[in-house]
C-alpha cells in the first residue's frame, strides 16, 4: 500500500498541466488522498459478527483514491471531460454501521484492494443567453477561458450528481472538508449513484449571476447501492430538482439551495417486509412502481471574511428501501467553518459541526425486527437519533498544494441504536492536488 501512495503521488506530480489562458484548449489536473483512520474499543450490549454493525473493536483503516481530471475544448461553449480513477482501502467496520458514515472517501466494495475505473466521462455544452461574460480559472473539470454571465448548459454522460447539486462553500469535499457521510452531502438525499458514486445522466441547467435551476435525470443500479445500472430506464430513473439562490447580507456572500428528488425502480417495501414470518428480509418483496422521494434545504452565510456558518435539512418517505446512498431518512446539520486568514494562514482550513440523522417509522421497525439494509442492521435495535460531531484542522504545506488535516469524530447512537457507542473516530488526511 505504501509503494503504492508513493507511486500515485509521483505519477501526480509529473502531470504536464496547461496554463490559464484566455481561452484554454486542453485541462489536466490530478488528486490523491489518503485517509488513515484510528477508532479505539467502545462499549455495546451485543454484537453479531455477521451483522452491518459498527464493530466494537480497537480499528485502524486507510484508504486512498486518486484521479485524473483532463478536458478538452471542442468548439465555442463545447467540452468533454474524461477522470479515471484509482480506490482501495477500507473504511472502519466496512463501512457500516453509522449513517453518516465517518469517512467519504470509502465505498461498500467486496475487495480492498486499489482498482481503477472511469469515474466521469461526459459532454457539455453551454448555450448563451447574454453578450457579457465572466471569466473562469482552470479547474478540476473546468478550462480555463471567458463564460456567458448568463446561459443554459446541458450536460450528458456519466456523473458524480454531487459535483452539480447540493454544494456549499464549507461543507461538500470530504477530500477538502468534512468527511462525515452527512456532512459532505444531504443524508436524506437517496441521489442516483453506483456503489463509488457515478452514474450515466442528463443534466440541463439554467444560470444566472443570482439564481440557478438544475434538473437531472440519472440511471439507477440493478440492485440497491449495486456496480451494475438498470438499463430498464423508463421504470428504473431517478430525477433531481434543484432551486438556487445567491445574496448578500451585510456585504456578506450568502446562498440557499431547495432540492426535491424522485426515484423509481424495483424496490422492497419495509412493511410488506414486516410480515414474513422469519427474520424479514426488504429484498425479498422488490417489485418495480415503488417510489422514494424527499426535500432538502441547505444554506451558507459568511459572517466574517473568514468564517461562515452552514446548515442543511432533509426528508424523505422512508417507506420504500434505500437505494443509492445511506439509511437516512430524515437530518438536520450545523457547523462553522472558515480559513486561517487572522494568522496569517489563509489557505489553512478549520470547522466543526454536528449532524443528527433518523429513521421513518417503517425502517427503525424493519431494523428492530432483525432486518438489514446495505449499511445498517445490529440484529436489534434500540431505537435513537444518530449524532456525529466533527472537527478539523486542515494545515496547507508547500505552495498550497499538499494538505495535511487531522480530524476527530464523535458518534453518538451508531446505527441509531442506544446500545452501542459512543464511538470515537481519530482520522489523519493527507490530500494532495495539482
Known sequence: MNKLILAIFVCCSTT??????????????????????????????????????LQPNEETQTSITSTLFAGARLWK?????????????????SALGVASSTNGETFRVGSAEPKLYVARMYFKQLFSLSKSSTYQSSDFNQLAGKMPEKYIAVTVGKICLGDFFDANSFSHDPRTQFISWGLMSNGAWDY???????????????????????WVTSMVPTTANGGKMNEKITQANANTLEFVHHYTFKNKDGAVRLLSFFTTTDMGN??????????????????????????????????????????????????NETWHFTEIDKTLSLGLAGNGLKWKRVADTYGIATVLSGLSNQHKNYLKAGGKGFILGDGNLNYGLENV??????????KNNIFLTATYQFV???????DRGPAHVFSVKCHFEI
Open 16 to 53: 504536464v498541466l496547461a496554463q490559464d489562458s484566455l481561452n484554454e484548449r486542453f485541462t489536466f489536473h490530478a488528486q490523491a488522498t489518503v485517509i488513515m483512520q484510528y477508532k479505539p474499543m467502545f462499549t455495546a450490549k451485543y454484537t453479531n459478527v455477521n451483522a452491518n454493525s
Open 270 to 319: 419495509y412493511a410488506q417486509a414486516m410480515m414474513q414470518t422469519s427474520t424479514p428480509d426488504i429484498t425479498a418483496n422488490r417489485m418495480y412502481g415503488r417510489t422514494k422521494y424527499g426535500f432538502c434545504i441547505n444554506a451558507e452565510q459568511w459572517l466574517t471574511s473568514s468564517i461562515g456558518l452552514f446548515a442543511r435539512a432533509g426528508w424523505n418517505d422512508g417507506k
Open 412 to 418: 453518538i447512537n451508531p446505527g441509531y441504536n442506544k
Open 389 to 398: 460531531t466533527e472537527a478539523y484542522y486542515s494545515v496547507a504545506l508547500n
Open 192 to 214: 442516483a449513484a453506483n456503489t463509488r458514486g457515478y452514474t450515466p445522466s442528463i443534466v440541463v441547467e439554467y444560470f444566472t449571476k443570482k439564481n440557478e435551476i438544475r
Open 77 to 93: 461553449n463545447g467540452s468533454i471531460y474524461f477522470n479515471p480513477e484509482i480506490a482501495g482501502g477500507s473504511g472502519l467496520s
